[in-house]
């Protein structure tokens, strides 16, 4: 942990400088602070002679009064000069952590967009919300904080114990006979302290996880009447999550008070033998009092180093999360030989293409048909046949088990990740739509648009009248989702997204699932024109969507079972036959017209 600490502030070196100078000023002033009351005591009160160090300051045989002026000017500077450096310290030490803390949330973040489909498929997000937030806020608590605590206090020790052993050795091995068994508790109850965190650190995951799902299915939760419920799931994990951080904190009460006792034990059997080596007249009271002074100052570094390991186990189970994060290597390989695509017409092959999100069980098998430039072709079968699944090979999302995918002649495993999905464009079953102005949320797929490229693709897309009729037209800023439109028009602008984009391939997954038959006129009239001049993927439960498509593939159980268009199929008398059959009673009882792109 504490390498991986220095690999993030590496960057920051300059600023560790200041920060390196003055903690030694610090540490220097934190061991001369007694020695004023030294001189008070010995040489103002008693009879000693200055010490050696002073003589070039004030001759030989100074006065009482000149030693202590000296003294207490002294005690001024050494306060000033501490409390001037430990401003540096605390100021750089706070701004490299919150720097840290950037570079390592966008390092995770970067390499949560890098990772795989699969990688999510696997992975709450709950978990990874709270790694961003809570564990990098952990780490850069314990770089602000503790990490310049641990090297002051270990500077401190090292020092406080150097000027004891030439104070008087055998006092300062009675002093330190106690920390063996500090050493041996700290380290015993350090890895209790750790693994309780780790509980801690996981139940607040799913709490946040719970949260994150009843907020994100509020109308679900809401339509159900299942509010209670949710609260309750809640209320239980809450509960867990109470109890671990209580024996968490009940561990780590702990560490305080064990300390201390054995640090008072230590303190005790210095006074007495300090008190016996006065009465004999083999030390000074002024000597004896700066080494109880130095006794106290080195017990409270020990002291704090032992809470330390509080800090310590916590920003360690948050490094451990975060590392987690950034050496989970689910990214889709990369060929050293990776090339932009290079689009010309848009077509698009399927040969021989097998795939399965887990070994041995395969979704899609032996799957092989060609797209032609400009053409549409429709996916339809029973619901998980593995038509999502086949759509999602084509901008890679996946990469295949068996066979290839080629675009215009180029294997979308041998070109870059970025130049395919810049090529395809999407209207998927449910648009998700940011909270951004309507603008902004159409020119997602091509933030360099401008104002009329937008405008044009929302008319295209049949979405430029209700947006015209918004508060503030394409400034009107929408909720996170989109709710306060509707389904239509949320599709719409999805439309507009994927218009303009303009590219050369598109799919779409159920673009008008649960629309009325008014926001469906109006959504197959953009779709029209989405389609023109596209290689097109249609996803459709409803055949009529995709009646007049160029090629029908209809999938069963992961494999191809017919292809043809609507009248050939039907001729077939098989699958999609006996679908259609199905649908055309149901549109008849629903009195539903059909709709077609």
Known sequence: MFRFSLRLVRPYWRWLLVVAVAMGVETLMSLAQPWPLKIVLDSVFGSEPAPALLVPLVGEGAD????????????????????????????????????????LRQSVYAHLQRLSMSYYDRHQTGPIISTITDDINAVQDFVSTSLLDIVIDSLTIVGMVAVMLSLNWRF????????????????????????????????????VSIVQEGLCAIRVVKAFGQGSFERERLGAKSRESVQAALYARRVRSLMGPVVTSFVALGTAAVLWFGAREVLSGAMTAGALVVFLNYLGRLFRPIQSLARASTSIAQAAVGLERVRAVLEADERLPRSPHARPLEMAEGRVVFDR?????????????????????????????????????????????????????LIDGQDVRHVTVRSLRRQIAFVLQETQLFHAPVWQNIAYSKPDATRDDIVEAARLAQAHAFIEELPEGYDTMLGQGGLMLSGGQRQRIGIARAMVRNSK??????????????????????????????????????????????CILVLDQGRIVERGRHEQLVAMGGLYTRMLRVQSDEDERAGKAPRHV
Not at 77 to 98: D, E, K
Not at 201 to 207: D, F, G, H, T
Not at 357 to 381: C, H, K, M, N, W
Request: hydrophobic share 45%.
């Open 64 to 103: 009482a009064l000149t030693l202590l002026n000296l003294a207490v000017g002294s005690t001024v500077v050494i306060a000033l000069l501490q409390a001037a450096n430990a401003y540096l310290n605390a100021f750089y030490t706070v701004s490299i952590g919150q720097w840290v803390a950037h570079d």
């Open 172 to 207: 300062t091995l009675v002093a330190l006979a106690v920390m063996p068994l500090v050493l041996v508790f700290v380290v015993r109850l350090r890895t209790v302290i750790r693994s309780a965190t780790h509980d801690v650190r996981r139940l607040q995951s799913e709490l």
């Open 353 to 405: 293409v097998s795939f399965a999100y887990t070994p041995g069980r395969l979704v899609l098998a032996d799957i092989s048909f060609v797209a032609e430039p400009g053409q549409v072709i429709g996916l339809v079968g029973p619901s998980g046949s593995g038509k999502s699944t086949l759509v999602s090979l084509i901008p890679r999302f996946y990469d295949t088990v068996e066979g290839r995918v």
């Open 505 to 550: 391939i598109l799919i779409m997954d159920e673009p008008s699932s649960g629309l009325d038959p008014e926001s469906e006129h109006l959504l197959f009239e953009g779709l029209r024109n989405l389609t023109q001049g596209r290689t097109t993927f249609v996803i459709s439960h409803r055949l009529s969507t995709i009646r007049h498509a160029d």
